[in-house]
């Protein structure tokens, strides 16, 4: 079975500041990886998709990266906002896993300090 | 543009009853699947469906029921409920499957006494 963790599972950091939000898989036949938000209470919400041609994929201050040789993928987020306080969640689908195929982290909980 | 519905939002039900969680996307998405999360185990999948009358387990089938008649419809029964769902129920749907986003509902809490 497939293995995506997320490290750290929380994170405190004052607004402003930039930060790296870690997510490694134990496959490297990872198809794509994508990064959901879930407030409190929430659905997930689909930040960004990576597919596995791609390395990044940016979405206003969102920046996202892929490295399957590494097994890891990197969620950035610029100039952080109490706003984006949240748990993030990224996933990954593996080649011919069909539609069962896609594996959860179990989240890294951000809090942005104003 | 409603999305995804689910529905109850909130459920508390006894040990032994049956209850159905229901799923309704306005989006005409292929893919239907239901997650349940809870703490320490993260998402995990039960069912998923490619297409009308296509039902496939996932990860943690046991205990659980779904069915498929229409496309935008995959309700999730729990037949003789259990503790052990006690649970949030996420109801998600995909245009395609590998290649394309997943989209959630908002949950259904579902509490086992």
């Known amino acids: 079975k497939q293995e995506v963790t997320q490290i750290p599972a929380a994170l405190s950091v004052p607004e402003g500041e930039n930060l790296v939000l870690n997510c490694s898989f134990t496959?490297?036949?990872?198809?794509?990886l994508q990064w959901f938000r879930q407030d409190p209470g929430k659905g997930l919400t689909s930040l960004l998709l990576?597919?596995?041609?791609?390395r990044e994929q940016t979405s206003g201050r969102l920046n996202a990266s892929l490295d399957k040789s590494s097994g890891r993928s990197t969620l950035y987020i610029a100039a952080s906002q109490p706003g984006d306080s949240a748990t993030y969640l990224c996933?990954?689908?593996?080649?011919?896993?069909?539609?069962?195929?896609?594996?959860f982290g179990k989240g890294t909980h951000l809090i942005i300090q104003p | 543009d409603a999305g995804i519905t689910q529905s109850p939002r909130y459920k508390i039900t006894e040990t032994g009853r049956q209850v159905t969680l229901m799923c309704h996307q306005t989006?005409?998405?292929?893919?239907m699947f239901w997650y349940r999360q809870d703490l320490g185990h993260g998402l995990r999948l039960i069912y998923y469906?490619?297409?009308?009358?296509?039902?496939d387990k996932g990860e943690v089938p046991d205990g659980y029921v779904v069915s498929r008649s229409k496309t935008e419809n995959f309700p999730l029964t729990l037949e003789s409920a259990t503790r052990s769902q006690t649970s949030v129920y996420f109801c998600?749907?995909?245009?395609?499957?590998?290649?394309?986003?997943?989209?959630f509902g908002e949950g259904s809490r579902l509490t086992v006494l």
């Open positions: 996933a990954g689908t593996y080649s011919g896993g069909g539609a069962d195929g896609l594996t």
């Open positions: 989006w005409s998405h292929s893919y």
């Open positions: 496959d490297s036949a990872i198809y794509n």
């Open positions: 469906s490619a297409a009308a009358d296509i039902t």
């Open positions: 998600a749907t995909s245009p395609v499957t590998g290649t394309g986003e997943l989209f």
């Open positions: 990576i597919q596995s041609s791609q």
